[in-house]
């Protein structure tokens, strides 16, 4: 069954606010890794976080890893309609070393 | 470089035909996966390659499915005979050794089995 999951599955946001999505993951991950699909388009990777309880900065977006390295989220700040599109975590199960698991997604919905 | 570039881009079949989806991953790397979309599933792993390779094949559906890797730059994803169920996007990625550059996906190929 799905090992990684995220929530919330769906937020509709106006333009202008935060958004956060959380990931968790039922086994250890060696690393993470978050990846933006527009709708109608595919997969993008945007950063991996391998260190626990790693932050990384991406101007408005702001990623962390989990001290147990088991969970990690995806935070927006100031949300813009170029942000729509689903947002993905995706790990490497312990073990796997090559093998990316990817989480269930959460689908940004942003509105003027 | 061009990306990865998967043909067809949209494929529409009627069950029990023969469907080849392919797939060109980026020069250099060494790493190809087949993954399949479908909102009720989500991104799934097929089949991964390594030095063209088969690694990993526990995804794939049924022996209906194969796939197959002849060189570097060329892998095909074969179903036969098809079915409805077997109807979503799959993409096709590809990666180097070096995991931090994450994976590039190519467009995806719409299946549609009527």
């Known amino acids: 069954g799905q090992q990684v999951m995220q929530i919330p599955q769906y937020q509709h946001v106006q333009e202008g606010e935060d958004f956060t999505t959380y990931c968790n993951s039922s086994t250890t991950l060696s690393n993470i890794q978050w990846y933006k699909q527009r709708p109608g388009g595919h997969p993008v990777f945007l950063i991996q976080l391998v260190k626990s309880g790693e932050v990384k900065k991406q101007k408005r977006l702001t990623f962390q890893f989990g001290e147990a390295k088991k969970n990690s989220s995806l935070h927006i700040t100031a949300t813009q309609t170029t942000d729509v599109g689903t947002y993905f975590c995706?790990?490497?199960?312990?073990?796997?070393?090559?093998?990316?698991?990817f989480g269930t997604g959460t689908r940004l919905q942003v509105t003027l | 470089d061009a990306g990865v570039i998967q043909s067809p881009r949209h494929e529409v079949t009627e069950m029990g035909q023969e469907v080849t989806l392919r797939c060109k991953p980026i020069?250099?790397?060494?790493?190809l996966f087949w993954y399949r979309q479908t909102m009720m599933r989500g991104l799934e792993l097929l089949i991964y390659?390594?030095?063209?390779?088969?690694?990993?094949d526990s995804g794939m559906p049924e022996d209906r499915f194969s796939a197959k890797m002849p060189n570097a730059s060329f892998s095909t994803l074969k179903i036969q005979p098809s079915e409805p169920r077997d109807s979503a996007v799959y993409f096709c990625a590809s990666s180097s050794s070096i995991p931090h550059w994450g994976y590039t996906f190519g467009s995806g190929t719409r299946l549609t089995v009527v």
């Open positions: 995706a790990g490497f199960l312990t073990g796997t070393a090559s093998k990316l698991t």
């Open positions: 020069s250099g790397h060494d790493y």
């Open positions: 390659f390594n030095n063209n390779v088969p690694i990993d």
